[in-house]
């Protein structure tokens, strides 16, 4: 086919450090529509991008811009209306994560997904860091034997994002959804993708809002949510979840916690045959029976331009994506399991 036409949806923070720069980069998609309901400043970042169409709505650049392809970029309540009508207008998808903000949502954009013939991918970025994917390859090639056991945490001391995010009527959570998200598709990618059967989740806010010194994050390009704003949302969340095929993982993010600056995502897989950790990126093994070490390097990549890269190809060729809309339903429900089960003190058993 010709360049992929795409249109953006949502000009905030992502949309900025990711998907605009990544089709601007990629020889084979053309930035021609934008729709942000702040119009004004969806036509200064236009003008930044090559001035493309700019719309108030999604709908109206859905049904006259002539987009083949869409970026969600919004707040994480709107992705699945937003998609779900996209899909209505034959248009390919690349939704940001989380894909929903609950299962009922998550289920019912898999379900579009499954009967539609167009890509919806979920925007699970970490997926297309080459140490992810070196370390992914080797799990899957059975270098490690039976994964029975995985960690996963990101952990910042004090990294409380600005705007919207603390307001679960838009955010869905805290840093569970926002960055947690991340470590948990990546360990579970990892592991196979078992399907979950329990989670035992505990979050916490016990730190957040604070005056902090010289403590500062990134901030939402939106206005939602800054002036007099509103947490609602944990700053800390953990969980343990075990899977049918007999293995588990536990999870740990958090915005603000007394404790070492670890915001690094770190991943560790512990299987029949050997180890492994994301970072550094780690082998280990036992050699004529001797515990051995194996310290692995892969060029540095751009894991953002990566994955526009493969929504391009996978609208151009048809293919389907790395993360999927049945993956990103599981997802969402381990993510949610994890909000219910601190709520009810109590442990979410899947049927």
């Not at 892969?298 to 996978?314: G, K, S, T, W």
Request: hydrophobic share 45%.
């Amino acid at each position: 086919m010709s360049k992929v036409k795409v249109g953006i949806v949502g000009v905030g923070s992502i949309a900025h450090m990711c998907h605009l720069p990544g089709y601007r980069n990629n020889p084979h998609a053309d930035i021609v529509a934008i729709a942000d309901t702040d119009v004004e400043r969806a036509k200064r970042v236009a003008s930044e991008f090559g001035n493309p169409a700019v719309y108030e709505s999604a709908e109206r650049m859905y049904r006259e811009a002539g987009v083949d392809a869409v970026s969600i970029c919004t707040f994480n309540d709107t992705h699945v209306s937003l998609v779900l009508s996209a899909l209505k207008y034959g248009i390919d998808v690349l939704v940001e994560k989380p894909m929903a903000v609950s299962i009922e949502e998550a289920l019912r954009l898999k379900e579009a997904a499954a009967a539609s013939r167009n890509v919806v991918m979920v925007g699970m970025s970490h997926r297309y860091r080459a140490d992810a994917q070196a370390l992914q390859g080797l799990a899957a090639d059975g270098e490690l034997g039976e994964i029975y056991y995985a960690k996963a945490k990101i952990l910042r001391r004090r990294g409380v994002p600005l705007g919207w995010f603390t307001q679960r009527l838009y955010s869905g959570g805290g840093p569970m959804m926002d960055i947690g998200v991340h470590a948990l598709d990546l360990a579970w990618w990892m592991m196979g993708a078992p399907a979950p059967k329990q989670v035992l989740g505990k979050q916490f806010r016990k730190v957040a809002p604070y005056d902090t010194k010289y403590a500062s994050f990134y901030e939402a390009h939106s206005d939602v949510n800054k002036v007099d704003p509103v947490y609602d949302v944990e700053d800390l969340g953990t969980a343990f979840i075990t899977f049918d095929n007999g293995a588990a993982l536990t999870i740990e993010a958090s915005w603000a916690v007394n404790g070492s600056q670890d915001d690094a995502l770190k991943v560790e897989l512990f299987g029949t045959k050997g180890g492994a950790s994301l970072d550094p990126l780690t082998l280990f093994k036992e050699t004529n029976r001797i515990p051995t070490e194996y310290a692995l390097k892969v060029p540095a990549a751009d894991l953002y331009q990566a994955e526009i890269d493969a929504f391009v190809r996978c609208v151009r060729e048809r293919e389907r994506p790395l993360c999927d809309a049945s993956q990103g339903y599981e997802v969402v429900k381990m993510l949610e399991a994890i909000r219910v089960s601190s709520d009810t003190d109590d442990l979410v058993r899947f049927v």
